[in-house]
Nanobody, 124 residues
């Protein structure tokens, strides 16, 4: 049974940093695409960042130049480094994985697995 287990998250002040990690278990190989979505209050779930086995990345417009996604294929982990966070970054962050080369900007059937979500709160 495939599971995505997230760690990190919590509360941080605007301008601060936070790090989220996700481990894929129950798979013999790292998924092709791994990354993060978030659901902010009053909004639909949206793509934050995606990274594939070749290391190619894709970011949501709202986090470009602030967040960095990375992965260790041997360890089947994906990490989201959140820098210079803003109050609008508040939300539940979900780890995701799929067999396509990229995760879609809007969640669809191409996302094969989901983590349970971890809360990130940015507040002064």
């Amino acid at each position: 049974q495939v599971q995505l287990v997230e760690s990190g998250g919590g509360s941080v002040r605007p301008g601060g940093s936070l790090r989220l990690s996700c481990l894929a278990s129950g798979v013999s190989l790292a998924p092709t695409a791994m990354g993060w979505y978030r659901r902010s209050p009053g909004k639909q779930r949206e793509l934050v960042a995606s990274i594939n086995l070749g290391g190619e990345t894709k970011y949501g417009e709202q986090v470009k130049a602030r967040f960095i996604v990375s992965r260790e294929n041997a360890k089947k982990t994906v990490v989201l480094q959140m820098n210079n966070v803003k109050t609008e970054d508040t939300g539940v962050y979900y780890c995701a994985a799929g067999s396509d080369w990229d995760l879609p900007e809007t969640p669809n059937e191409n996302v094969d697995y989901w983590g349970q979500g971890t809360q990130v709160t940015v507040s002064s």
